[in-house]
């Protein structure tokens, strides 16, 4: 989809689809999904999955696996280049789709607008947020060492560009961002509503270990649907 493009390609591409970014908050959320993307190294398969949870509950409900091929390199800031086709074709075995997506990677937090969420975002026409485990842009502040602690990110023209958020005391924080079709303050809430016991908020936690079953082989392409949890009377 991408291997054609130069980098200063993809640059002029990310500035033309931050065009089309938009925010609003989401009226109503039961699901929510975790995508992410595993590989082996020097290869051109990328593995990609994309895992659906109720929400705020945080039940595995269904999943879906895709390869892709693909030489686009990998390179700071142009990661949605690389992976975005990848999850694009996991969407599309996907009937009932989520409320919101989490992606590892930014949304707006981003030199120019566009990390991985926010690329995804305009592709599928999708809420998505952004949860990166690194910080790619901005002046960042740290957080206090307190669970659920954030701190604003802004870049040098002083725009709020995400949060760090603290998800655990004496850990790194992770770094929220907007991806598309929701606000910044709706994305922080919801990844707050979305740790579990680790650092990594649930849905991309999930998404990279099914993810990577994947990719060794534990697990086959296409769609799963999960049986609902039993309930005692």
Not at 11 to 32: C, D, G, N
Not at 175 to 201: C, F, M, W
Request: glycine share 6%; hydrophobic share 40%; aromatic share 10%.
């Amino acid at each position: 989809m991408y291997d054609h493009y130069s980098f200063e390609d993809a640059a002029a591409y990310q500035i033309e689809l931050a065009k089309q970014l938009k925010f609003q908050p989401l009226t109503k959320i039961k699901t929510i999904a975790g995508a992410d993307i595993s590989f082996n190294k020097n290869s051109t398969t990328m593995y990609a999955g994309i895992v659906i949870l109720t929400y705020p509950e945080m039940v595995l409900k269904s999943f879906a696996l895709e390869t892709y091929e693909t030489s686009f390199p990998y390179k700071a800031g142009f990661l949605g280049f690389k992976e975005v086709p990848a999850l694009l074709k996991v969407w599309e075995l996907i009937v009932d789709k989520p409320d919101i997506v989490v992606l590892d990677g930014n949304g707006i937090l981003h030199p120019r607008r566009m990390g991985v969420a926010s690329h995804f975002g305009i592709l599928a026409n999708q809420s998505t947020i952004g949860c990166a485990k690194s910080l790619l842009q901005g002046k960042n502040h740290q957080p206090e060492n307190v669970k659920y602690s954030t701190a604003e990110i802004k870049n040098n023209a002083g725009e709020m560009l995400g949060f760090a958020l603290r998800t655990k005391i004496k850990c790194e924080s992770v770094y929220v961002s907007a991806g598309h079709l929701i606000t910044q303050e709706e994305s922080l809430d919801i990844i707050k509503n979305s740790v579990g016991n680790y650092r990594i908020p649930e849905p991309t936690r999930v998404a990279h270990n099914i993810v990577n079953d994947f990719r060794i082989g534990k697990l086959k392409a296409g769609y799963h649907e999960l049986p609902p949890p039993l309930t005692l009377f």
